[in-house]
């Protein structure tokens, strides 16, 4: 069954396995004591902190590895805001940094810190100089991903962090998905990872704080890593993590260039086979492995489950495939559509046949998804043909009627349905109203906020914006162009 989640956990490198079976009898003493056991247990945890701290780029002294790369985050984050307090508790963060990053502002915020959030464009990424002007005084401490954990899309690190020193602000970037493809490039001040997204063992991540920075570890703490992880390290897998970053290093520009070639055929061969397919994130400067498509008019959650019952192993940001039922923060910050979002990440040693086999299934399921929804036909969809509904009318297919404002022509209420159901019923009667002409779409789906506007652009009617509805939820409003 071809797996195509590498970007959440990698498979296990036969090398991490190899040295986990094999640390597992001469790693399982405690390496501070120094006895003959425990000496033995530190020779391999030193060695593996040198190989680790030479794949990162910095000195073995200034990593440590930690219980996860969730782990490594909120230390990182929390201990350099702690030690530069006295510059000021001001953050600046992407709009599409990981979860953990996320999650690390709330609690900053929560506690009287203030948080500035860096946008970014249609690809994913941040503009530099956007980034260097939020650095304001009293920034204690800036963080930015090397690349998109949904998008694959590659950020300016090194312009960043050279804007950084400029104005004496550490940079704590967070290289989860890049790692195992190389080194993060510039002057980073705080670097974390994590062993499962390049094949080691989960429960392992490590965190790299160059000397001289200002880090004041929180929580209790004791001797072990530098006070920064507290708790009996784990032996047998950090060596593991250590060993398959060494491997998959050595692997990386071969795999790499095979896999970028792999995804390049997705790129292009998706939007060919599927009608109304939005490939987002930035064609080039991104990871090797990863390439993520929207299709429109199709519930991603069951999308998910056809392909795997086609036998593929996919991911997703759709707000339908969630248990928050809002889209991916990062799709959102986009701009992009997020209906029917499919993440295919390649693991190391995926096949051209494999690639091929699901770009001939992908078709046929994606059809069949919008089949059962009832979509449209292509020529309906994008032009109409019918009657023109006259000013205040309501849209077919049990909707309900409010006050219209003069010059609406129809009103689609899609009040309690979920993507993407609101988008299909706009595609059912945009024809019904003349050029110039407007819909005015009622939806409580926070992904309605998102996909509304990127249907507009990808069928080139135009979006008019949002107001409150005296019904509930939002009112959407589009006029027809075409």
């Known amino acids: 069954m071809p797996y195509f989640d590498a970007a959440s956990a990698a498979p296990l490198h036969p090398v991490a396995r190899q040295a986990l079976l094999a ?168 670097l974390a990872a994590s062993a499962h997204k390049w094949g080691g063992p989960a429960g392992v991540g490590l965190l790299a704080v160059r000397k001289g920075v200002r880090f004041a570890p929180q929580g209790p703490s004791d001797e072990r890593e530098s006070g920064r992880a507290p708790g009996f390290e784990n032996l ?11 491997a998959v290093r050595a692997e990386a520009e071969a795999e790499g260039a095979r896999l970028r070639e792999l995804v390049d055929r997705i790129r292009a061969r998706v939007p060919e086979l599927v009608p109304d397919v939005e490939v987002v994130g930035d064609p080039v400067r991104r990871l090797p492995h990863l390439v993520t498509f929207s299709c429109l008019y199709v519930d991603g959650e069951t999308l998910l489950h056809e392909l795997d019952r086609e036998g593929f192993s996919v991911s997703s940001g759709s707000s339908c495939t969630s248990s928050t039922l809002t889209p991916s923060h990062v799709l959102r910050a986009m701009g992009v559509l997020s209906e029917g979002n499919v993440r295919i990440s390649l693991p190391a040693g995926t096949s051209a046949e494999d690639v091929d086999r699901f770009l001939d ?3 046929g399921v994606v059809a069949g998804v919008r089949e059962r929804l009832g979509v449209p036909g292509a020529a309906a969809s994008a032009t109409g043909s019918g009657a023109v509904a006259g000013s205040g009318a309501v849209a077919a297919s049990g909707a309900v009627a409010e006050d219209v404002p003069a010059g609406d022509a129809l009103v689609v209420d899609a009040l309690g349905r979920r993507c993407p159901i609101p988008v299909i019923e706009l595609a059912k009667v945009i024809g ?36 409150p509805s005296a019904r509930g939820g939002v009112a959407y409003l589009v006029r027809r162009t075409a």
């Not at 782990?71 to 030690?83: C, E, I, K, P, T």
């Not at 047998?236 to 060494?246: F, G, H, K, N």
Request: charged letters at 20%.
């Open 23 to 190: 640390s597992l009898d001469e790693g399982w003493a405690d390496p501070a004591r120094l006895y003959r056991e425990g000496r033995r247990a530190r020779l391999l945890l030193d060695a593996a902190r040198e190989a680790a701290a030479e794949a990162v780029g910095c000195r073995a002294d200034e990593l440590v590895f930690t219980p996860s790369g969730t782990r490594a985050v909120h230390a990182g984050v929390s201990g350099a805001l702690a030690g530069r307090r006295r510059a000021g508790n001001r953050l600046v963060v992407s709009a599409v940094e990981h979860s953990s990053v996320l999650h690390a502002t709330e609690v900053h915020a929560a506690a009287g810190g203030t948080v500035a959030e860096v946008p970014v464009d249609r690809s994913g990424a941040v503009d530099a100089g956007t980034f260097a002007a939020a650095l304001g005084e009293g920034t204690a401490l800036a963080c930015l991903q090397s690349a998109n954990h949904e998008v694959g899309t590659a950020q300016p690190v090194a312009e960043v962090a050279e804007a950084c020193r400029g104005v004496g602000v550490p940079l704590l970037v967070d290289a989860a998905q890049s790692l195992g493809w190389g080194p993060v490039e510039g002057g980073w001040s705080l």
């Open 432 to 467: 019904d109203v003349p050029v110039g002409g407007t819909v005015r779409v009622l939806a409580d789906d926070e992904a309605a906020r998102l996909d509304i506007p990127a249907w507009c652009e990808m069928r080139g009617q135009e979006y008019l914006g949002e107001e």
């Open 361 to 363: 299934v992908l078709p």
């Open 236 to 246: 047998p897998a950090i060596v593991a993590a250590a060993a398959s970053l060494r």
